[in-house]
């Protein structure tokens, strides 16, 4: 592990402060993963309030502990995604539709807003953006149980 030439601290809004190579202070910076899913540990960009990347960092595991649960704690944040357990409910078959479910963090409700807001990833596993922008997980569609998976499949 090399020393890494730029600075992370937080301010006393505790907001992430960069301080670049050339010691310029760039405050309120965001950690955004280039593939949260697939390789959450390989390519992170620090991006500043103007929405402008600041820095691009290789991998996430190469920095120093204590820059690495700075920005671990926002990261936990920005990447929140329940794994959903169970369907109980779906309030229709078209879209919009309220969604009642179990998830790892306790039984919720969503709105989802359209069909193209459930992806498949690679690994067979369903990601199911709601209304609000949170994103629900299903490591395994074939391991909910069987009603759960009768519901989900009207809308695959």
Do not use: N
């Not at 505790?14 to 050339?22: G, P, Q, S």
Request: glycine content about 6%.
């Amino acid at each position: 592990m090399t020393t890494p030439d730029f600075q992370l601290a937080r301010d006393a809004f505790d907001r992430l402060v960069l301080t670049d190579a050339e010691g310029q202070r760039h405050e309120g910076i965001v950690p955004v993963r280039a593939f949260p899913l697939s390789a959450p540990q390989a390519g992170l960009s620090l991006v500043g309030a103007d929405g402008r990347e600041r820095l691009w960092i290789d991998r996430l595991d190469e920095l120093p502990p204590a820059m690495r649960a700075l920005l671990d704690e926002d990261l936990a944040a920005r990447d929140f995604a329940p794994a959903l357990l169970k369907l109980h409910a779906v309030s229709s078959f078209g879209v919009p539709s309220t969604w009642r479910v179990d998830t790892d963090h306790g039984p919720t409700s969503f709105v989802l807003k359209a069909e193209e807001d459930i992806r498949r990833l690679a690994d067979g596993a369903l990601l199911i953006a709601s209304a609000h922008g949170v994103q629900f997980r299903i490591a395994d569609p074939k391991t909910l149980d069987r009603p759960s998976r009768k519901l989900l499949e009207r809308f695959l």
